[in-house]
Nanobody, 122 residues
Framework: VQLQASGGGLVQAGGSLRLSCAAS????????MGWYRQAPGKQRELVAS???????KYVDSVKGRFTISRDNAKNTVYLQMNSLKPEDTANYYC?????????????????WGQGTLVTVSS
């Protein structure tokens, strides 16, 4: 199983970016998907998550600015980030709670994508 994240970059304050994360492999089902971020010297925090049924949750600091969505047919989760602020600068990681065939049978667990760097300049 692999999670491939993309979409990070450098943007000015007030700008927008869209992150994508696609899961691939012998996947049977994907439950919650989410985006975490980790800024230098800080702990990783959950930014947004979305259930299989499309119910989102957000950390207070991004409510009204970020929108999480998913395409279950493509095993992909998105994070639309608008009105970006310098404090949003971080490595962003996608996460999926999924069940897959890992060779020895069905295993359910949390899988991580590689980080994608978002830098917001003031």
């Amino acid at each position: 199983v692999q999670l491939q994240a993309s979409g990070g970059g450098l943007v000015q304050a007030g700008g927008s970016l869209r992150l994508s994360c696609a899961a691939s492999g012998s996947i049977f089902s994907i439950h919650d998907m989410g985006w975490y971020r980790q800024a230098p010297g800080k702990q990783r925090e959950l930014v947004a998550s979305i259930t299989n049924g499309g119910i989102p949750k957000y950390v207070d600091s991004v409510k009204g600015r970020f929108t999480i969505s998913r395409d279950n047919a493509k095993n992909t989760v998105y994070l639309q980030m608008n009105s970006l602020k310098p404090e949003d600068t971080a490595n962003y990681y996608c996460n999926a709670d999924l069940g897959a065939d890992v060779g020895s049978g069905y295993v359910r667990g949390h899988y991580w994508g590689q980080g994608t760097l978002v830098t917001v300049s003031s």
